[in-house]
């Protein structure tokens, strides 16, 4: 059973740090998204990748097939940059839903 | 900029009544999900849907769940007879082909009282 891992669980964070965000999975995927939740719980699809690594604007997300982790970058962060960032993955045994992770909780404070 | 639409965004219904939630997908694509959030808990899948009918679901979604695409535009979840425990916020997702980029709705919150 394909199992996805997050931490940490919580961050708080002031405004312009680094924050890295990591993710595990026990099973080989195909694919693993990057996502965000903001209070009030829409879903954002913030990357999918199946390989190396994907930059868009101050986030970066790069993902390690041989060992099973990716990890979520975000340079120069903000206050608007606090939600929850969620990482959900296919699993390579074939399943068309995402396994989710928990969540990371992210505070920037200014 | 194409975008998943659910309604309602929040739904209060008693216990034992159906319930309707309703997605459009984006319109080029080819697989609809839904998934499931109780709340403080991680989002769950319950079922694909592809080509009109189902093509995976998960052990959550039991006879009392059913889906639907009633036109070219609508899919539908229907609870039957909704229990307390079916309270949750519950997205409906698309993606132009099976494990490609998945687009969520803003989900619709259903609570059961």
């Known amino acids: 059973k394909n199992e996805v891992e997050q931490s940490p669980q919580n961050l708080t964070a002031q405004e312009g740090e680094f924050i890295t965000i990591n993710c595990s999975y026990s099973?080989?995927?195909?694919?693993l998204h990057w996502l965000q939740q903001h209070p009030g719980g829409g879903i954002v699809s913030l990357f999918m990748?199946?390989?190396g690594k994907k930059k868009h604007g101050r986030l970066i997300a790069t993902i390690n097939i041989q060992e099973k982790h990716s990890s979520l970058h975000i340079t120069a962060s903000h206050p608007r940059d606090s939600a929850v960032y969620i990482c959900a993955d296919y699993s390579g045994g074939g399943a068309d839903g995402l396994t989710f992770g928990k969540g990371t909780h992210l505070i920037i404070q200014p | 900029e194409p975008e998943v639409t659910q309604t309602p965004s929040h739904q209060v219904t008693q216990m034992g009544q159906e319930v309707i939630l309703r997605c459009v997908p984006i319109s080029n694509h080819l697989y609809f999900y839904w998934y499931r959030q109780i709340l403080g808990q991680k989002v769950e899948f319950l079922v694909s849907f592809y080509n009109n009918e189902i093509s995976e679901k998960s052990e959550i979604f039991d006879d009392q769940f059913s889906v639907e695409r009633p036109d070219g535009s609508n899919f539908t979840l229907k609870i039957r007879s909704t229990k307390l425990e079916d309270s949750a916020m519950y997205f409906c997702?698309?993606?132009?082909?099976?494990?490609?980029?998945?687009?969520f709705g803003q989900g619709t919150r259903l609570t059961v009282v």
């Open positions: 990748l199946s390989s």
């Open positions: 099973v080989g995927i195909s694919a």
């Open positions: 997702a698309s993606s132009v082909h099976r494990n490609t980029e998945a687009f």
